[in-house]
């Protein structure tokens, strides 16, 4: 088993600290990051870094990035900064009523159809242009996300977006970042403005995790092939078909039933979690 740690607060001194609490010598894997050669799981490792603010993962040896078919994301607080819905709602001059309805829905509290319509139904009379300013605006990529992206090209694995979000922003995103699959809600609109409906059914966890299952089958992956990235509560049926679910700066109830957690790091710390391929023998 491989003890890996990483995030902007896991420093040189601090590896070395680890060192002697493991026994292990800390093996350089990226910026910040450090991979630790260790036998089990330690409950005072996982403290102490909890303590320091530094994201750490007890992983297989030997699980390598290269072997994966599929990765699988949702977008708003995952493969992007925002929540799209708020920043319309913050246009609609109703971002407080409709980030407590998100907030609810990410920590399961409320249902999530029923959630995103009441959301949506806020956006009445919105001009579709704010759409384009929400993108142009305000949109930005979660740090470590074109390096992960890159990898997954570069290593074969396809790329999945699903999202309780719009169709607006990931078609976008889609063609931007080269995503070959996308699944997302569709907002209505009529004479240029957003009726507060949503046009076909509600991108739901169950929605999600049946585009997760028949994208993998598509791909011929079994479980151990497959990755899922979320942060709220209707992305957790997706995560528990993966062969690997990670919470992405996710809310408790994500975070206790993910396999791994990052909270400090950026989405490249997806990466570190896999080992690199062999180098080829010279």
Same mark, same amino acid.
């Given at each position: 088993?491989?003890?890996?740690?990483? @995030? =902007?607060?896991?420093?040189?001194? %601090?590896?070395?600290?680890?060192?002697?609490?493991? @026994?292990?010598?800390? =093996?350089?894997?990226?910026?910040?990051?450090?991979?630790?050669?260790?036998?089990?799981?330690?409950?005072?490792?996982?403290?102490?870094?909890? =303590?320091?603010?530094?994201?750490?993962?007890?992983?297989?040896? @030997?699980?390598?990035?290269?072997? %994966?078919?599929?990765?699988?994301?949702?977008?708003?607080?995952?493969?992007?900064?925002? =929540?799209?819905?708020d920043e319309l709602g913050d246009l609609a001059g109703k971002k407080a009523a409709i980030a407590a309805i998100t907030a609810q829905a990410m920590r399961g509290e409320v249902d999530y159809p029923e959630s995103l319509r009441r959301r949506v139904a806020l956006l009445a009379g919105l001009p579709q242009d704010a759409l384009r300013r929400v993108y142009e605006e305000r949109l930005q990529l979660t740090p470590g996300a074109e390096a992960l992206i890159a990898a997954c090209k570069a290593n074969g694995v396809k790329l999945l977006l699903v999202s309780g979000g719009f169709t607006y922003f990931t078609e976008k995103l889609k063609d931007r970042l080269g995503l070959d699959f996308i699944l997302s809600n569709v907002l209505e609109i009529e004479k240029h403005r957003l009726t507060g409906r949503l046009a076909g059914p509600v991108v739901d966890a169950e929605a999600?995790?049946?585009?997760?299952?028949? &994208?993998?089958?598509?791909?011929?992956?079994?479980? %151990?092939?497959? &990755?899922?990235?979320g942060d709220g509560a209707n992305d957790l049926k997706m995560m528990a078909l993966a062969g690997v679910s990670i919470a992405f700066r996710a809310k408790p109830v994500v975070r206790a039933q993910a396999d791994f957690a990052l909270n400090y790091s950026g989405l490249d710390g997806v990466l570190r979690l896999f080992e690199p391929p062999p180098t080829p023998a010279a």
């Open positions: 088993m491989n003890l890996v740690t990483q @995030g =902007e607060g896991m420093t040189a001194a %601090l590896a070395a600290e680890l060192a002697r609490l493991t @026994g292990s010598a800390p =093996e350089p894997i990226g910026a910040s990051a450090f991979r630790y050669k260790f036998s089990a799981r330690d409950v005072k490792i996982a403290q102490w870094c909890d =303590e320091r603010r530094i994201d750490h993962a007890f992983v297989p040896a @030997g699980r390598r990035f290269d072997q %994966l078919k599929l990765v699988a994301m949702d977008m708003d607080s995952t493969l992007i900064t925002i =929540e799209c819905i999600k995790a049946r585009q997760f299952l028949e &994208v993998a089958k598509a791909l011929k992956a079994d479980r %151990l092939q497959t &990755v899922a990235i």
